[in-house]
C-alpha cells in the first residue's frame, strides 16, 4: 500500500507532535517520578496525635537561595481559568498618582514652561492644564498656568488660577510674586 506524498507529511507531523507531548509530559515531572502540580510534603510525617496547624496562619518560610528569591519576585501569580486575574502587584491607593502619572504631569509642566518662553500661550496653557488634570495641586503648574492666562487676556481665570496657588501654599517660595501679579490684575 502507498500512501500519497502530502499524507505522509502529515503523518510524519503528526508523529513529531505526539513525540513532542510526551517529552513535554515527562519533562514536567520531578526526578523522583511524581507530578510538580501535587503539593510535596515537607519534612517527616507526623505522628497522628500531633496537632494540626491552622493553614490560615501557617506561613511558608522565604527562600533561602537568592534565586529563588528572585524567581518568586518575577513569578506573576495569576490565574487563568475563566477569567484573567493576578495579584503580583499592590493596587496604587486611591487618590494618590501612580509614578507614571507624575512623571507625564512633570513632563507636561517642562513642556508648559517651554512654551512660555517660546511665548506660545495657548500651548502653554493647554499643556498645564493637562498637568493639572493629572496632579491638581501642582504648584509649579499652577503658577505657569496663571501666567499664560493673563498673557491670553483671561484675567478672571488668571485670577482664580493665582487664589488656588495662594491657597495651596500661602507661604510658598512664590507667594510673594503671585501677590504682586495678582494686585496687576486688580
Not at 510525617?45 to 537568592?66: C, F, I, L, N, Y
Amino acid at each position: 500500500m502507498s500512501v500519497p506524498a502530502p499524507s505522509r507529511v502529515i503523518l510524519l507531523l503528526l508523529t513529531l507532535l505526539v513525540c513532542c507531548v510526551v517529552a513535554i509530559a515527562q519533562s514536567t515531572q520531578t526526578p523522583s517520578g511524581e507530578s510538580t502540580s501535587r503539593p510535596q510534603a515537607q519534612g517527616p510525617p507526623s505522628p497522628p496525635d500531633a496537632p494540626v496547624p491552622d493553614q490560615g496562619t501557617a506561613t511558608e518560610e522565604p527562600p533561602k537561595s537568592a534565586a529563588k528569591r528572585t524567581l518568586n519576585k518575577l513569578d506573576p501569580h495569576c490565574i487563568d481559568v475563566i477569567f484573567h486575574s493576578c495579584w503580583s502587584s499592590p493596587a496604587a491607593e486611591p487618590g494618590r498618582p501612580v509614578p507614571d502619572d507624575q512623571k507625564r504631569a512633570a513632563e507636561d509642566v517642562d513642556v508648559g514652561y517651554y512654551y512660555l518662553k517660546d511665548k506660545n500661550y495657548r500651548a502653554a496653557e493647554s499643556r498645564l492644564k493637562e498637568a493639572l488634570e493629572i496632579q491638581p495641586n501642582l504648584p509649579a503648574a499652577l503658577i505657569g498656568l496663571a501666567q499664560a492666562q493673563q498673557k491670553l487676556g483671561k484675567k478672571e481665570e488668571a485670577r482664580q488660577t493665582y487664589e488656588a496657588y495662594l491657597k495651596l501654599k500661602p507661604d510658598g517660595p512664590d507667594a510673594d510674586k503671585v501677590r504682586k501679579a495678582l494686585a496687576q490684575l486688580n
